[in-house]
């Protein structure tokens, strides 16, 4: 079964709309999970590392009050895609792997994210 | 820098042999993974190497140098459902994935 879940799948909605997206690690603790933007026929692009108890790690062009990203619980962390626009349309996947051991990465299933 | 390298596309037939080579420099090494992922989907996890040599599972075996910073994957009797983008990823000193641009592997009957 999937060790980590996504939530939703699928979201579809108007433009200006802010949108949550739910990581959960079911069955270890990670203190650290991923956040990563795929557009279509282009590679895996991290835009932040979310840290459980602290502020998330953003890359380089990546802005921060865009996505916000919550990190309560050493399972569960959050995407918000604040005030979404067109450009934001892409495939948003979540990953992790428990805490400091050489493991693979699960990732979520993803999240297709359709702003009209 | 950190830098993974593997190439961009390559072309194989059906029931053929493929190789899709990955080398990288990190700052530190804590093991280096291969994923698959199909268009429209999330990367599935294929392998594992953190020590020399070479790891087989099924049709997919997996090789690592590190005195190289080398690394390949290996897919025989090719099926038509292992057309996929194939991405090399190393674990640095930080337990963080350095991610390659990934292969895209085309498969012809």
């Known amino acids: 079964g999937a060790v980590v879940s996504q939530h939703p799948s699928w979201v579809i909605c108007k433009s200006g709309t802010s949108v949550k997206i739910e990581c959960r690690s079911l069955?270890?603790?990670?203190?650290?999970m991923f956040w990563y933007r795929q557009f279509p026929k282009q590679s895996l692009m991290l835009m932040a590392t979310?840290?459980?108890?602290?502020?998330?790690?953003?890359e380089q062009g990546v802005e921060k009050d865009k996505f916000l990203i919550n990190h309560a619980s050493l399972t569960l962390s959050t995407l918000t895609v604040t005030s979404a626009h067109p450009e934001d349309s892409s495939f948003y996947i979540c990953?992790?792997?428990?805490?400091?051991?050489?493991?693979?990465?699960?990732f979520g299933d993803g999240t297709r994210l359709s702003i009209l | 820098g950190q830098n993974i390298d593997q190439p961009t596309e390559m072309t194989a037939t059906e029931g053929a042999i493929v190789q899709i080579n990955c080398t990288y420099q990190?700052?530190?090494?804590?093991?280096l993974f291969w994923y698959q992922q199909h268009a429209g989907e999330a990367p599935t996890f294929l392998s594992y190497?953190?020590l020399d040599g070479l790891e087989e599972k099924g049709r997919f075996s997996s090789f690592l140098s590190r005195s190289k910073g080398y690394s390949y994957l290996l897919l025989k009797e090719l099926q038509m459902k292992d057309s996929a983008s194939y991405l090399c990823?190393?674990?640095?000193?930080?337990?963080?994935?350095?991610w390659g641009a990934g292969t895209k592997l085309i498969i012809k009957p």
């Open positions: 990190t700052s530190g090494f804590n093991g």
């Open positions: 990823a190393v674990m640095d000193s930080n337990y963080q994935l350095i």
């Open positions: 190497n953190v």
């Open positions: 069955d270890f603790q990670a203190t650290t």
């Open positions: 979310s840290n459980e108890g602290s502020k998330a790690t953003y």
């Open positions: 990953s992790a792997h428990p805490d400091r051991e050489s493991q693979p990465q699960h």
